[in-house]
């Protein structure tokens, strides 16, 4: 049931959307098909296609709204009198077309309206388009799901406001929203591949539909080498989805993976899309952070086995990523590559030039760099404090484990403890 809804969810409201003009209306109609699933399903089973029986309920739905509406209407015309020229069209939903292809990057554009403010757009994004509940999008943006339910409820308001059309942009106007779309679609990509709360360690549906997301607005703009650099990124980091978990359901760390479970079609299809946009890119067409971030995962998708990495060839590129957008979690990540191309010492110098990042990402690399140089009583320190201030469970049992592991070693080779 939960599963279905997940696939269903993004492309229903899509399709709701593009056929009612109105994202909140959509959404409900689409809660309600799913309330309808939930009362129907256990007695009658999930149907052969669950997408087109929750179309089907949720377009019925729509049509006993508006018919309700059209009623009401007309009853108030008379009694008002109603004045030449007040007639309002209903949609005609039993006509329409159901799942149009892009109506879920219809309604990512229509999400990243520039009515709304950057929290918003992620915030609509992951409800609409993620299926995440309000309390899920509240923990991971560090607040309570009422202020939440009323950031989005006022989100959707602001779009009705500004009669924000469903159709996709064009010339200028998508450029403009653009980059928008790509951060949403890489914030939403990211909450599946490593889930900011909860007990999964990830949510691959969600990474998935991110992915699937990323080719289309590629297969947009073909010629834009960012928008491929999205896309192979997606690819190449989504390859790894299979051995990210061992058998017991515990991650696995990137370098303790078993590379044979990569998804090597995932990887040709990002290597061919980034050589795609380096050629642009060799023409003189500007390159931004998604270019570069794929150009790091390559250098990873290449290596068949972890002591293959090429971590000098990482390190240049983080330095290139940290003058193009510097920032706190590109030089964390920066520390990550000199540490291995270096030197723990070296990366912990690295490190040790930037503020502490909230959240236990920060403490876990400094943990692991001073576990790297021998000195496991204070990276037994950093892992416990990096396992505190995780909300994901999955990420605290490794943190944990890690924590316990540099304690067993104090002592063995730990001169600075």
């Given at each position: 049931?939960?599963?279905?809804?997940?696939a269903?969810?993004?492309?229903?409201?899509?399709?709701?959307?593009?056929?009612?003009?109105?994202?909140?209306?959509?959404e409900?109609?689409?809660?309600?098909?799913?309330?309808?699933?939930?009362?129907?399903?256990?007695a009658?089973?999930?149907?052969?296609?669950?997408?087109?029986?929750?179309?089907?309920?949720?377009?019925?739905r729509?049509?006993?709204?508006?018919?309700?509406?059209?009623?009401?209407?007309?009853?108030?015309?008379?009694?008002?009198?109603?004045?030449?020229g007040?007639?309002?069209?209903?949609?005609?939903?039993?006509?329409?077309?159901d799942?149009i292809?892009?109506?879920?990057?219809?309604?990512?554009?229509l999400?990243?309206?520039?009515s709304?403010?950057?929290?918003?757009?992620a915030?609509?994004?992951?409800?609409?388009?993620?299926?995440?509940?309000t309390?899920?999008?509240a923990?991971?943006?560090?607040t309570?799901?009422?202020?939440?339910?009323?950031?989005?409820?006022?989100?959707?308001?602001?779009?009705?406001?500004?009669?924000?059309?469903?159709?996709?942009?064009?010339?200028?106007?998508?450029?403009?929203?653009?980059?928008?779309?790509m951060?949403?679609?890489?914030?939403?990509?990211?909450?599946?591949?490593?889930?900011?709360?909860?007990?999964?360690?990830m949510?691959?549906?969600?990474?998935?539909?991110?992915?699937?997301?990323?080719?289309?607005?590629?297969a947009?703009?073909?010629?834009?080498?960012?928008?491929?650099?999205?896309?192979?990124?997606?690819?190449?980091?989504?390859?790894?989805?299979?051995?990210?978990?061992?058998?017991?359901?515990?991650?696995?760390?990137?370098?303790?993976?078993?590379?044979?479970?990569?998804?090597?079609?995932r990887?040709?299809?990002?290597?061919?899309?980034?050589?795609?946009a380096?050629?642009?890119?060799?023409?003189?067409?500007?390159?931004?952070?998604?270019?570069?971030?794929?150009?790091?995962?390559a250098?990873?998708?290449?290596?068949?086995?972890?002591?293959?990495?090429?971590?000098?060839?990482i390190?240049v590129?983080?330095d290139?990523?940290?003058?193009?957008a510097p920032?706190?979690?590109?030089?964390?990540?920066?520390a990550v590559?000199?540490g291995?191309?270096?030197?723990?010492?070296?990366?912990?110098?690295?490190?040790?030039?930037?503020?502490i990042?909230?959240?236990?990402?920060?403490?876990?690399?400094?943990?692991?760099?001073?576990?790297?140089?021998?000195?496991?009583?204070?990276?037994?320190?950093?892992?416990?404090?990096?396992?505190?201030?995780?909300?994901?469970?999955?990420?605290?049992?490794?943190?944990?484990?890690?924590?316990?592991?540099?304690?067993?070693?104090?002592?063995?080779?730990d001169?600075?403890?």
């Open positions: 049931m939960a599963a279905a809804w997940r269903e969810s993004a492309r229903l409201v899509g399709a709701l959307t593009r056929m009612t003009r109105d994202v909140e209306l959509a409900d109609l689409a809660q309600d098909a799913l309330v309808a699933a939930l009362e129907q399903w256990p009658t089973g999930v149907p052969d296609n669950p997408g087109a029986w929750l179309m089907t309920t949720a377009k019925r729509g049509i006993d709204h508006f018919r309700r509406a059209d009623t009401y209407r007309r009853k108030l015309a008379e009694i008002e009198h109603a004045r030449e007040e007639e309002v069209q209903v949609p005609d939903l039993d006509a329409q077309v799942h292809e892009d109506d879920v990057l219809r309604l990512v554009f999400s990243c309206h520039p709304l403010t950057p929290d918003s757009r915030a609509l994004t992951l409800r609409l388009v993620g299926g995440l509940t309390a899920e999008i923990r991971g943006f560090l309570t799901e009422a202020t939440m339910g009323t950031r989005i409820s006022r989100a959707k308001r602001t779009l009705a406001e500004a009669h924000a059309g469903f159709d996709l942009p064009t010339g200028e106007e998508r450029t403009k929203r653009l980059g928008d779309v951060a949403v679609i890489y914030l939403v990509f990211n909450e599946g591949y490593t889930a900011t709360a909860g007990d999964d360690w949510r691959p549906d969600l990474a998935d539909e991110a992915t699937r997301l990323a080719r289309m607005l590629a947009l703009t073909p010629d834009e080498p960012e928008v491929l650099g999205l896309q192979a990124l997606l690819e190449l980091q989504g390859s790894r989805t299979a051995a990210r978990l061992d058998a017991d359901g515990v991650p696995v760390l990137l370098e303790a993976q078993d590379r044979t479970l990569w998804d090597q079609l990887i040709r299809r990002g290597l061919s899309v980034l050589a795609r380096e050629e642009i890119a060799a023409r003189g067409t500007p390159v931004g952070t998604y270019f570069l971030q794929a150009s790091i995962a250098v990873h998708a290449r290596a068949a086995q972890a002591g293959d990495t090429d971590w000098r060839r390190a590129l983080y290139v990523l940290a003058r193009a920032g706190p979690v590109v030089e964390v990540n920066r590559a000199h291995r191309a270096y030197g723990a010492d070296v990366g912990l110098e690295v490190l040790g030039e930037q503020a990042l909230p959240g236990p990402v920060w403490h876990s690399v400094r943990g692991d760099l001073l576990e790297r140089a021998g000195r496991h009583a204070e990276a037994s320190r950093a892992f416990d404090e990096a396992a505190t201030l995780t909300r994901n469970e999955g990420e605290r049992t490794v943190l944990r484990r890690r924590a316990d592991e540099n304690r067993t070693r104090v002592g063995s080779a001169p600075r403890s």
